[in-house]
């Protein structure tokens, strides 16, 4: 990659609250154009990552560069970028049309350019005429439709976006996801986007960076993400996997839950622990006496597009999706072809 | 008409720096990291209130523990507890130990305290006991005027409280509407004023109100859903009352008990004219003690009792509300 | 019936605060001096009253000071919440007792005190030792009702504004001062309000010879009451209600 395609960088970036480091030496880039986001568990510093780069934080060590320019010193009304906040935080004293035009009357444009400009970011945002309503009058995913709207007639180089979706049902969700995408797409924006929703995540980025404890475990792109996890943790948060304990009893042959399976993966040494990762839907049932194996089946429950099955193999539950039902309590074979089978270093804890 | 804002030149000087003093702050913290430090906006407050607050208290310490001359002394206590002492001592000191037949303990300072501790208590006392019901039922949901109501009872409020408390003296006289109906209806004339009960009912007329609204506030806030549950549980509306709602009400009830207890006990205006001077309560005698006598000593001493006593039942009534919820005049 | 019951209950209590006014009233429309006898109706009172320098006065001081004090308080008072609100926990718990302690305080007690300080500091008590007691105990009100409206304010919101290119001063009053505007005029009318009514730090902390009302009533209490002072209540009291009823009206209409 080359340096100055960089827009954002962060550097060694640390925060510490009163003694508590919340962010441990993070490194990270963002491209020009690029769909970023922060993805982990409530606590993992993906919101003080962002705020750092708005500029509501100062870290407490490292660089923050914009295009290649320190900025972490620099004021939020100072930086280009802006950011669409977790509720929102819309002027209660203002209605729609001024809180879009906050910003444009700070650079001191004529009322008739502020007024054409709004009228855009309404069109855009899908809320044409709603300019003299108040926004307490607005559902949540106007309002939501508003902050957005409200920061992009900015024109950004960079939109922050702080679990913007987090308050708005699933239905809704769903359609804001694909609309902040194709959004995205036609305006030409670097988004960095914050998420606990792996779901979100994974459908929305061109690139995904997995948060824990003020660390970045993996960065990489979705599909990546999803087949490569680096480790058990990642594996667990992006989407659903039986985690084990297993052995490398030499390259290309594991041995977990009772049983040796041949696999794809080498270098580990020999006799060397790992953590085995296995996805639910690449379990396949067979016959109880072909399966390398064998277990009964504790629950079943409908999920939608799929059942998902407990099986108890005696060593271990696994837990499967399949499209045909077995009923509970027969004993069936399980099967698990070797490049489905992920296994990593176990993590350190 | 204009009145004299003269102040020492020291005054002036000492406000002109303060000013001067904030503004360079803000200035700086403008110029070093580009927006103003919060926090500052609390220093001219805080530069008030160390002195018109802090300060004077200071001063009423000051005064409490010297003499005339200024030197250290318990004295203005012991005067409390004797108010004879300073005589008691001229006569030992001129007759020595015969004098000792002479002494006898004053116990004014003392039975004023005690009087006004009573009457502020009988006071608090009457005020829930009229005020609860009255709460209970403006905050009834069947009630259509509750806050209409409200509104009702703080009008009165706007009247100046000492011309309020004055025309129950037109009420209560001899000569007055009260004794003027009864006479015509051919009874005897009572005697209903200069006396405690009148100083209680003027107290209970002028203290009536801030029992009430914290109450109020408490209960229309309650989740009217919570006395429904308990009905559902099989409560009836007795028990659903003394169950569920007086519980929850606590906290008003503590902030209402406070809002009136304090003033009753410092009040000097109503004994004075509704006790037409029969009555002497501890803000009379602290008043006195500075204006009449001008012993500032003494009077210092007192009042510094007064404030220990009421910080006392404050932190006491605290205990009933922990988290200060209870809702203010606000 | 038992609504009935409870509305009685009110009406009697109701009565019981408004006896004493309605007296007063009555009262200031007597052609007599007399409080208990009936005279006739007259509107002597109302004449006198503006004609009594002394009564003039004293509105002229309580009004005057009620609204000084107002201002001066409400953005004191406002300054003092927005840093309280800034600061972090230890130091604010601290200022809380401070905007606390003039609570609980007894009246009397400070209003010697501030008595104390004036004579202490040989400054000549009158109308604007008056004004500073006034606005002492006028500002923690303004604070405690600011402070809430602070709280409950999206913190992001102010964030936001930064955000979107303003500086901390233009956030400040553009976005943060018109959200607490409610809490804002509240504290402005208690502060109106209490400074209107009060009579026991006045009375500790200026002299004879600037008087407001209700010093001015307080010393004329034992000769008995100017009944001009009755029909000057009584028209304060009407003029308050018509406010009241136009701030109803125009929040009624708002909603």
């Known amino acids: ?349 | 008409m204009r009145y004299d804002m003269s102040l020492p030149w020291w005054a002036w000087a000492l406000m002109g720096a303060g000013l001067a003093a904030f503004i360079a702050m803000i200035a700086v913290s403008i110029r070093r990291n580009s927006g103003v430090k919060r926090s500052l906006f609390a220093a001219p407050y805080t530069l008030w209130m160390i002195l018109f607050t802090i300060v004077p208290v200071i001063l009423i310490g000051y005064y409490a523990f010297t003499d005339a001359s200024g030197a250290f002394t318990l004295d203005n206590f012991r005067n409390f507890w004797d108010s004879n002492y300073e005589s008691n001592k001229v006569i030992l000191d001129v007759m020595g130990d015969a004098g000792a037949a002479y002494i006898t303990r004053g116990t004014v300072n003392v039975d004023t305290l005690v009087y006004s501790l009573w009457m502020a208590f009988l006071c608090t006392v009457i005020c829930l006991l009229l005020g609860y019901p009255a709460a209970l039922f403006m905050a009834d949901r069947n009630m259509k005027l509750g806050s209409s109501l409200v509104v009702l009872f703080i009008i009165p409020m706007w009247m100046n409280f000492l011309l309020r408390t004055i025309a129950w003296m037109s009420l209560l006289e001899d000569s007055g509407l009260i004794n003027t109906f009864l006479k015509w209806l051919g009874f005897d004339g009572v005697q209903l004023m200069y006396n405690s009960q009148a100083v209680l009912l003027g107290m209970v007329y002028n203290f009536l109100p801030f029992m009430v609204f914290p109450i109020y506030t408490v209960l229309s806030k309650m989740d009217y859903r919570l006395s429904e549950a308990a009905a559902d549980l099989g409560c009836n509306s007795f028990k659903t009352l003394y169950k569920v709602t007086l519980p929850l009400s606590i906290p008003g009830v503590v902030s209402g008990i406070t809002m009136v207890f304090m003033p009753s006990v410092t009040t000097f205006f109503i004994p004075r004219v509704l006790g037409g001077g029969n009555t002497m309560m501890f803000g009379d005698l602290i008043e006195s003690k500075f204006l009449t006598e001008g012993n500032w000593n003494v009077g210092s001493a007192l009042s510094l009792i007064m404030m220990l006593l009421i910080l006392i039942s404050l932190s006491i009534l605290r205990k009933a509300d922990p988290n200060n919820d209870g809702g203010g005049i606000a | 019936m038992i609504k009935f019951l409870k509305r009685f209950y009110l009406g009697i209590v109701l009565v019981f605060l408004y006896v004493p006014i309605l007296v007063l009233i009555v009262q200031s429309f007597n052609a007599g001096k007399s409080r208990a006898k009936w005279e006739g109706f007259s509107l002597r009172w109302y004449v006198e009253l503006f004609q009594d320098e002394r009564i003039l006065n004293a509105l002229y001081v309580t009004l005057s000071i009620a609204v000084l004090a107002m201002i001066v308080s409400t953005i004191l008072g406002t300054l003092a919440a927005i840093g309280i609100h800034a600061m972090r926990k230890r130091p604010q718990a601290l200022m809380m007792t401070l905007t606390n302690l003039p609570n609980t305080m007894p009246d009397i007690v400070t209003g010697i005190s501030l008595m104390l300080l004036f004579i202490f500091t040989k400054v000549d008590r009158g109308y604007l030792t008056m004004l500073l007691a006034h606005i002492t105990f006028d500002v923690p009100y303004v604070i405690l009702s600011v402070l809430p409206k602070l709280k409950q304010m999206n913190k992001h919101c102010y964030e936001a504004a930064l955000d979107l290119g303003a500086t901390p001063m233009y956030a400040l009053f553009h976005v943060t001062i018109p959200q607490c505007k409610q809490g804002i005029i509240t504290g402005a009318m208690l502060a109106f309000t209490l400074s209107l009514d009060d009579f026991t730090i006045s009375y500790f902390t200026t002299s004879p010879l600037v008087q407001n009302l209700s010093t001015l009533i307080y010393s004329s209490a034992r000769k008995g009451i100017d009944p001009s002072l009755n029909a000057l209540s009584a028209l304060m009291f009407v003029a308050l209600l018509i406010l009241l009823l136009i701030v109803n009206r125009r929040t009624a209409s708002a909603d």
């Open chain 1, 1 to 349: 990659m080359v340096e100055n395609e960089h827009l954002i960088d962060l550097k060694n970036i640390s925060k510490e609250y009163d003694g508590v480091k919340v962010l441990k030496d993070i490194n990270l880039y963002i491209r020009k154009k690029e769909f970023v986001t922060l993805l982990g568990p409530s606590g993992c510093g993906k919101t003080t990552t962002l705020r750092i780069i708005g500029g509501f934080e100062t870290p407490t060590s490292g660089e923050l560069l914009f295009e290649g320019k320190e900025i972490s010193h620099l004021p939020p009304y100072k930086r280009r970028v802006n950011t669409v906040f977790q509720k929102y935080a819309l002027f209660p004293h203002l209605n729609v049309h001024d809180n879009i035009a906050f910003g444009l009357k700070l650079k001191k444009m004529s009322k008739k350019e502020i007024d054409t400009k709004v009228d855009a970011m309404l069109d855009l945002v899908n809320l044409q005429g709603y300019g003299k309503r108040h926004v307490d009058a607005l559902s949540g995913g106007q309002q939501q439709r508003v902050a957005i709207a409200r920061s992009l007639v900015n024109e950004p180089e960079v939109l922050l976006l702080d679990e913007p979706l987090g308050a708005l049902d699933l239905k809704l969700r769903k359609e804001m996801q694909l609309e902040l995408k194709n959004m995205q797409q036609r305006l030409g924006i670097t988004f960095l986007y914050v998420t606990h929703d792996q779901e979100e995540a994974l459908t929305m980025s061109d690139t995904i960076v997995v948060m824990r404890d003020g660390n970045i475990l993996q960065i990489g792109d979705p599909k990546r993400i999803y087949d490569e996890p680096a480790n058990a943790f990642v594996a667990d948060f992006i989407g659903e996997s039986n985690i084990l304990k297993g052995t490398m009893v030499r390259d290309e042959l594991v041995e977990f839950a009772g049983a040796k399976f041949p696999c794809v993966d080498f270098g580990f040494g020999e006799n060397a622990p790992v953590d085995v990762v296995i996805r639910p839907e690449d379990i396949m049932l067979v016959g109880e006496d072909v399966g390398q194996l064998v277990g009964t089946i504790s629950s079943v429950l409908f999920k939608g597009v799929h059942y998902e099955m407990m099986i108890d193999t005696g060593a271990y539950t696994f837990k499967v999706h399949s499209t045909t039902m077995q009923p509970q309590g027969s004993r069936v074979g399980l099967n698990i072809v070797p490049f489905n089978i992920h296994i990593m270093k176990p993590m350190e804890v």
